[in-house]
């Protein structure tokens, strides 16, 4: 049997920013990097899609409003660059890393700009309870990066079965489960955001 490429050859799965911003779209919407290591992701599922864009639509008429108002933007599935080292790697130094949050809730960017983790107010991943990395890894690394807010929206087949709301504690290095939201979602977010949905409507077609 003929071993896969990254056997024999480890670099295989290795990529800098430059060679990531060489890949062709299509290419970079199936991957994630962390410390420099090419991470596959999976397809999102029609259920999961749904939810993000009704809870993307509830958020963008969540945002504050008036004159004196901060400018504030709901996108999603958008590269998210850490700015800070990731505090789990075993190398040495600050290696290319990013994640695609299913929602990330921000501070305007200007035109051009990237979208770096100390742009971000509030983060959501869309999850089935059986993914470990979004409980565990992007739980950890987020909180590294300083994100005051982590939603995860667990999913059971096509329908919301909880939402997690985590909050950074005292050290601003960790995340505390404050709440496990059930049947709605009622929260009061960074800038003044008051979000309140029924998971019904966050399932509606």
């Not at 700009?113 to 739980?139: C, P």
């Not at 049947?183 to 998971?199: I, Q, W």
Request: negative net charge; aromatic residues 8%; charged residues 25%.
């Amino acid at each position: 049997m003929s071993l896969p490429t990254w056997a024999t050859d480890p670099s295989s799965l290795v990529v800098t920013e430059e060679q990531y911003e060489a890949l062709p779209a299509e290419v970079c919407r199936t991957i994630e990097v962390v410390d420099g290591l090419v991470v596959f992701c999976q397809s999102p599922t029609p259920g999961h899609q749904r939810v993000s864009r009704n809870l993307t639509m509830t958020l963008l008429t969540a945002r504050p409003d008036g004159p004196d108002a901060p400018c504030i933007d709901v996108l999603q599935d958008t590269d998210m660059r850490f700015r800070s080292r990731n505090p789990h790697s075993m190398r040495d130094g600050k290696k290319f890393t990013f994640r695609r949050p299913d929602i990330s809730v921000l501070h305007c960017l200007k035109p051009g700009a990237h979208l770096w983790s100390d742009d971000v107010l509030v983060a959501i991943e869309i999850t089935s309870s059986d993914v470990e990395v979004d409980f565990n890894d992007k739980r950890a690394e987020y909180a590294a990066q300083g994100i005051p807010v982590y939603l995860i929206v667990v999913m059971d087949g096509d329908h919301v079965h909880s939402i997690e709301e985590y909050r950074l504690d005292w050290s601003g290095r960790n995340y505390q489960l404050v709440f496990s939201h059930r049947g709605a979602l009622g929260v009061d977010l960074p800038e003044a955001m008051k979000v309140s949905v029924s998971f019904e409507d966050l399932e509606r077609i």
